[in-house]
């Protein structure tokens, strides 16, 4: 059983999305984060950004957290 360290994980994500899902062994989850989080920086242009990159990002730090501790 691989043990991953939870604030490694969420520190990743932190620095960017998806990287802490990736350390977890998620590949596939965390390209998928990066690709809302990339999709997410250009509704920035349309103001909705601004509401759902945090939203995500915040989501993706708890769940690489939550992922690692349960390895």
Known sequence: ??????????????????LGQIYNGQILKG???IVIQMINGLLMFVLIGFITYPIVW????????KTAEQS
């Not at 059983?1 to 999305?17: D, E, Q, R, Y």
């Not at 989501?59 to 957290?65: L, Q, R, S």
């Open 58 to 65: 915040i989501w993706g730090i708890y769940d690489a957290y």
């Open 31 to 33: 390209l998928v984060l």
């Open 1 to 18: 059983m691989k043990m991953n360290n939870p604030g490694i994980a969420a520190v990743l994500s932190f620095f960017w999305s998806g």
